[in-house]
């Protein structure tokens, strides 16, 4: 059986102990030491480490067994090292925050099924690697979530659709409410901290227990300074001072950006005119776009106030649109039967509506590309009937083409300059009007659609409130 040694700088951290593929070795042996640094790897004599899942600047996180639970069940194991030479004191005082953190921990994991169990947390203190010291660990043990986050989900499957967005933002959104209610402030929620389980249900995850361990070591219980990864904190928490509600719906909003452009928070923030400029890079209904703006607004003030006022919101705009989620609470799909294979189920994607400027555009695209089209087709057939069943059929191809969005942006200017290009340089498709007939025909096809487009519109808003 292989298992890994979870002192920080031990240079060869994997071992393998044959007997240990006996599981009532595995359930009896005493203890079981690194062959290469001497750290006992039975960490409270019960979980093994079999695997590194992460190392950050102040830990780790290992993939463990509970030998003592039948099944060996898995299980998290998140190891804390206070960073620089602290004193006994500091110490005592890292140990009493880490074990209050953990009773936090402990009653928001048993309270709220999207919250891993906490299920032990003790300090490990061993024999240095230099004869004479002394090295202190703390350790959290905590329910082991299989599946992905949405930082991975985001690499396999690219961008999210609105749908898709709207879901993460309901599931988070209620844990929010359910840890603010309790004086709680996450403080790092980020795509690689929402994980999906693999029957589809999502999970917030790292609640700062060992961040706050660490602000109390370095000396700075009072600061929120090092609680934030750089681009998803508000001005008030990089500032280090007080957070709010509003601090985590900031940083969930910033979450939701980057799952719909697929692209980094310093990419989609101005700097100069701070301010995010995302809306150009993605199609999403007004009031979403709205909602978002509000929770990214630089001042903890002027944002929602708390996650119950975001899903108000939310709610309200799928009342307006029955495809969104509208329900506070989501049906979950059943739990496949033991021994199958699970799936994760992933929302249909939906297309986002047209924009004014995208209708009209459009518009403009269907108008001039018909014309060129009714023009080079009655230049070969010469039949009017023919001509106009034929271009209507192309023509209605192509509308249809848009509304999927197989044909958009950059899409509405190539292909009618490619058409364009060929009826110039093949005079026969010219139908006897010549270039510039050519021209003026298709500007005007382009000027009546666009006309008969905003009237329709137009028409259909002034329905919309009369019913």
Not at 115 to 143: K, M, R, S, T
Not at 357 to 377: C, N, P, Q, T
Request: hydrophobic letters at 45%; charged letters at 15%.
């Amino acid at each position: 059986m292989e298992v890994y040694c979870t002192r920080p700088r031990c240079p060869r951290p994997q071992n393998h102990f044959a007997d240990l593929d006996d599981i009532t070795t595995l359930k009896t042996t005493q203890q079981k030491y690194c062959t290469t640094c001497g750290m006992p790897l039975l960490l409270d004599g019960r979980y093994v480490p079999v695997k590194l899942l992460g190392r950050g600047g102040f830990g780790a996180a290992f993939l463990a067994r509970d030998r003592r639970i039948p099944g060996m069940r898995q299980c998290v194991v998140k190891q804390f090292q206070p960073a620089g030479n602290l004193s006994l004191n500091q110490l005592q005082q890292a140990q009493l925050m880490f074990e209050r953190e953990a009773e936090v921990l402990s009653q928001l994991g048993n309270d709220h099924e999207q919250i891993p169990d906490l299920f032990a947390f003790f300090p490990v203190i061993v024999n240095g690697l230099q004869p004479g010291q002394q090295d202190q660990f703390f350790y959290l043990v905590q329910e082991y979530i299989d599946g992905q986050n949405l930082e991975e989900e985001l690499v396999k499957q690219g961008k999210f659709s609105e749908q898709q967005v709207l879901e993460v933002l309901q599931e988070i959104l209620k844990v929010l409410k359910f840890v603010h209610h309790r004086s709680i402030i996450h403080r790092d929620i980020k795509p690689s901290n929402i994980m999906r389980r693999r029957d589809g249900r999502l999970f917030l995850l790292d609640f700062g227990a060992v961040k706050q361990v660490t602000n109390v070591a370095l000396g700075s219980a009072a600061s929120s300074t090092g609680i934030y990864s750089m681009g998803f904190a508000p001005p008030e928490q990089m500032a280090g001072g007080q957070v709010f509600p509003s601090t985590d719906l900031y940083a969930l909003a910033v979450t939701i950006l980057i799952l719909l452009t697929n692209q980094e928070a310093i990419q989609l923030f101005d700097a100069y005119s701070n301010q995010w400029k995302w809306r150009s890079q993605v199609t999403v209904s007004p009031r979403l776009a709205d909602i978002l703006d509000k929770m990214l607004l630089p001042a903890a003030n002027q944002r929602f106030q708390s996650a119950q006022e975001v899903l108000d919101a939310l709610n309200s705009q799928a009342a307006q649109a029955p495809t969104q989620l509208n329900s506070p609470s989501v049906t979950l799909p059943p739990q496949p039967p033991i021994g199958s294979s699970p799936v994760v189920p992933r929302p249909s994607p939906t297309q986002p509506a047209f924009s004014t400027v995208e209708l009209l555009g459009g518009a403009a695209f269907s108008g001039f590309e018909g014309a060129l089209i009714a023009i080079a087709l009655f230049s070969l057939v010469k039949l009017p009937i023919v001509t106009f069943t034929v271009a209507c059929v192309i023509l209605g191809i192509l509308i249809f083409a848009q509304t999927r969005r197989w044909i958009e942006k950059f899409d509405l200017l190539i292909i009618p300059t490619i058409s364009f290009a060929i009826i110039f340089f093949l005079p026969f498709l010219q139908g006897g009007l010549g270039i510039q007939g050519v021209v003026i025909l298709s500007v005007a096809a382009a000027l009546v659609a666009i006309s008969l487009t905003a009237v329709f519109r137009l028409i259909y808003k002034l329905l919309s409130l009369l019913l």
